[in-house]
């Protein structure tokens, strides 16, 4: 037998194991072998890469001047639990963050809870408080950039059935400050603090429930992290390496 005339071509890799873990856990890692020939092409696996709040397909996750104050993805300081871009309709199926450099502060990790179990433990709880969720639509407004005048608003279940999966949307930020992307001005008072209304009450359970549940997750150097974000609430820790690097991108 002779191996004359077979050529070398781009290394097939599967992935199916990563598609489990992210179908049985809500999110998965993948590592550089896994992707480096093809991150576009690989994330395509997993659902089309599509335009964020700015337009692009890949946003910048690193430090840029001007957010020193606000909990904000381009600044360093820690985000609040929440779901992405809760006002698009549908919010994108999987978030992907592929780092370049991580923080070698011991911060800027990406915490991770089921917000399907957080409905599950609510409805064990309170179970007023889970029908509230389902008799109750919320608003949610997203100022695109800190600052900035366009807003989205729309008003949308806490949890919405489709034919493709359950919908679930959380934001510290809007519970707490009225929108996704907080300016200066709303963060000087909380809707949260010192109230006793229903969506107080999630906030508040939500966030304790996320502190004692979350995955804080280090993404390595040159790996991907991508989770269900109809499933999974995100949140990022504070950090004070100049040099963290990663691309965010949205997948339908
Ligand atoms: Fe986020």
Known sequence: MSDQGIVASTPFVSLGHRHEELSARGWTVLTPDEFAYDVLGTLHEFGPVIPQFNGQ??????????YEDLPYSQSMNGIGPHTEAPVYGPPPRYLALHCHQQATCGGGHTGLVDGYQLLTYLERTDPELREWIDDTPVE?????????AAQRRVKEYILTPTEDGDIFRFSYNQFHYGDVNPSKEDLQQSKVTNSTSPLARFAMLGEAYFVQHNTPVLI??????????WRMIHARSRYTDPARNLTRYWLA
């Open 57 to 66: 397909t890949a946003f910048a996750i690193t430090r840029k001047p001007g």
């Open 140 to 148: 949610f407004v997203a100022t695109a950039k800190p600052g900035e």
């Open 220 to 229: 390595p150097d040159g790996c991907m992290l991508i989770w269900d974000n």
